[in-house]
């Protein structure tokens, strides 16, 4: 028999990733992969470590799955991701019942390091680099999270070295794949169906591979801009792309998606804090201005785009005033969709060593508020599509109403809608009839002709 085994997925979208990468490898290597760890042999965790209440469910995971099976000695446990890449050696003092550490460019190499655990061997670790930057990102379709959408990482890593933010630490530089590579995978999966890719990166915008092949013939003010292009023109239905880093923001991106159908009307930009004192203090590179002036262009659109941010509230010095111009900031940009993150210290980043000025309730407080004004946003903008109808990929079913199926907008909008399976995985148009919070209701008007 196969030994069996379980990821379990916390985080981002590049974790995502990179647990579909690392089953397709375990795959290929003889191992099975199950969806308990009640079957397990093996059992991965596959971790976050952005803010400390993600890094947090690492120990208090591994205590359950131990203590569901305290006899089981022929069970092997492993931490992957990015916990494990900056804890490396430690984990196995802080938990000493683990077998193995994969730090987060290792993943290709997991099923040797579980053989070498299975072998006996006690405290397999490898936090090395890649073996190859420009092999082993295939993924079969089997391992991807879902038969219509896929994930395809396009840089990995981070430069930028915001003062609060972890990632450069856990992810290391920036690395950006081959566009040739990246085309063919997205033409692959059209190929099998696909609808709809999300190009993902911690900075997608900052895109800059080594070699361009593949990108001949796509004109573009920079290589991201050229690949948008490029990717448009395999006639994927739907390509959306997240994150994208506001200094690195060029206005030709507009442009692609303006040019492009298939680009869908979606932007998540991060502003992180409307203050320049603030945003000085977090190394982000942008003024409020600046960002403002990208804003700006992304509203002047000829397609309405939808636009989605990140907010940190509680700052180390965070003032009042400070925070009244993030309120501002939010109420002027009419986000479609905001996170909203209270400040989580993380040890090794620049930001670490600066007092923490705002108590825990202040920041509860200005979390609710700033929350509150986003929501009455939202409501208008939400309110404003009862009547359209929107172009949805039906992806599931609905986990509430046996009826109804799920779906995304091309503007990135949750919309709910009566259907039957036969339905899913088509992309259907949906005329809104109802606006919640955080998601549109509607019914079906007919079978699209999209792709
Ligand atoms: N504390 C709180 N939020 C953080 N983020 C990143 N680092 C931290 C931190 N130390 C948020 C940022 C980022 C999002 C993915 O997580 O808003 O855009
Ligand atoms: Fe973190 Fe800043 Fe890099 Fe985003 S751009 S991953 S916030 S360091």
Redo the contacts with the bound molecule.
Sequence with gaps: MKPKVYIETFGCQMNVADTERAATGLRRSGYELCDSEAQADVVLLNTCSVRERAEHKVYTRIGEVKAARPNDRNLIVGVMGCVAQLEGGELFKQLPSIDIVIGTRATDRLPALIERARDGERKVIDLGERDDQDHGWDVSPVERHSPHVAFIPIIEG?N???SF?I??YSRGRERSRTPSEIIAEIQRLQSLGYREVHLIG??VNSYRPRVETGLEGFAGATPFCRLLRAVAATGMPRIKFT?S?PRDFHPDIVAAIEENENLCDWIHL?VQSGSDRILKLMR?GHTRDEYLKRIEHIKNSRRRLALTSDIIVGFPGETDQDFNDTLALIRECEYDGLYIFKYSRRSGTPAASLAETVSESEMKARFNELEAVQREAQRKIYAGYVGRTLSVLAERGSTRSASDLVGHSTCHKVVNFPGDDAVEGDIVNVIVTEAKTNSLYGMLVNRSSVA
Excluded: D, E, I, L
């Design positions: 981070c930028k070295f915001c933010c990632v450069p911690q900075n994150t880093f991060p982000r």
